[in-house]
């Protein structure tokens, strides 16, 4: 038997024979720690309905239409809480014919014509239905159908009213959520992979490696982030899974900073010694004995710059360079509704900006949670 072996098998022993006792162990501890942060936990909580909102898409969405986009014209800027009563006519449409699956992704168009209608008159076998406009009087334009083609109708409340195109504000808020998750966690990953790769190689060899990657993030630091997101995104072009890249790409030097920091203050340690001894890989020292014991710092900084993240895509978005229409984004819903701040309609712009601040500040308490939870000074 080699001496690697004798080395796991002796280490496997001592962890099993010194193991702290059931819910003592430290990830016991620092959850409890996080537990008791009330506003952490719900913090946590409101994050879990969001990416829950996102997940279940069009399938919970009041318009399930691809990108919320139904429009009526008629029904624009309406007050939240409004009111309005729908006919459904065949058409002649086609009927959807994708599973469930397909439309939580990509929502589905209507089987049949929705007419907002003001009131329907029966004309022997046919029925006028004067469509809605909101008028006093009403004056709608008349279409006269046969009842064979009508298929039913209900009277639908837009919660938080609709736009000046005549969609539900409440379907694009929801739908929105999934541009602002989707970019903060692509990001992070993109910038994990980054930033933990040059921060853990510049600590461990240091030297001129070290000097080379230091000098990389120094530069990098010193450009604006807005600046360099905006010329990524020129560079890339204007899009959905551009915003993604030219975020990631600027969002890495935080976290090589810190890990960079954190493997300095290890890498000399006993276990990281003993592994380089018995002949381990870099690769393995580096990934396997070092980056473990930094995950908590790791995790902190990746919470701050989610945050960090859905900003940018919220700015990117309001300047127009971010995702594009028809696609919601809440900072696009903020730029075509903010001039609406100065009318009777201010919770068109309002409301998405709400929805920005309530998931940073959401990701911002959690972060700081999870660094008070994970200070061993506390336990």
Not at 20 to 38: D, V
Not at 57 to 69: A, F, K, R, S
Request: hydrophobic share 45%; net charge positive; glycine share 8%.
């Amino acid at each position: 038997m080699n001496i690697q072996a004798v080395f796991s098998k002796k280490h496997r022993q001592f962890v099993k024979e010194t193991a702290p006792a059931r819910g003592t162990s430290l990830s016991g501890m620092a959850w409890r720690r996080f537990a008791q942060n009330k506003l952490s936990v719900v913090s946590l909580v409101v994050i879990g309905l969001f990416v829950l909102m996102a997940l279940l898409g069009y399938l919970i969405t009041p318009d399930g239409t691809p990108h919320c986009n139904q429009q009526y014209l008629e029904l624009a800027t309406m007050k939240p809480m409004s009111r309005v009563t729908f006919t459904y006519v065949d058409d002649g449409l086609p009927q959807p014919t994708n599973g469930w699956l397909h439309k939580m992704l990509y929502g589905e168009n209507q089987a049949y014509t929705a007419i907002p209608t003001y009131r329907t008159t029966a004309v022997g076998d046919s029925i006028d239905i004067e469509s809605y406009t909101g008028g006093n009087p009403n004056e709608g334009e008349i279409r006269r159908v046969s009842k064979s083609q009508i298929v039913g109708s209900d009277t639908r409340t837009f919660v938080l009213g609709t736009d000046s195109y005549g969609r539900d504000v409440l379907s694009m808020i929801m739908i929105g959520s999934r541009v602002s998750l989707s970019v903060g966690l692509i990001a992070v990953l993109i910038a994990l992979v980054i930033g933990i790769t040059l921060g853990s190689l510049a600590a461990y060899y240091g030297g001129w490696v070290d000097n080379v990657i230091t000098w990389l993030i120094n530069v990098v630091w010193s450009i604006p982030t807005v600046l360099l997101v905006i010329a990524i995104t020129f560079a890339l072009g204007k899009g959905f899974w551009q915003v993604f890249i030219a975020v990631g790409l600027t969002m890495w030097v935080d976290i090589a900073r810190v890990v960079r920091g954190q493997v300095y203050s290890i890498k000399e340690k006993e276990y990281v010694e003993a592994a380089r001894a018995l002949g381990f890989s870099t690769f393995r020292t580096i990934f396997r004995h070092i980056l473990p014991n930094i995950t908590g710092a790791v995790i902190v900084v990746t919470a701050s710059n989610f945050a960090s993240a859905i900003l940018l895509e919220a700015g990117l978005s309001f300047l127009g360079i971010g995702v594009q229409p028809p696609m919601p984004s809440w900072g696009t819903m903020v730029k075509e509704n903010y001039s609406y701040i100065l009318l009777d309609s201010a919770y068109l712009a309002l409301l998405p900006g709400l929805a920005i601040m309530l998931i940073v500040l959401a990701f911002m308490l959690l972060g700081n949670g999870l660094r008070d939870a994970l200070d061993i000074k506390k336990s």
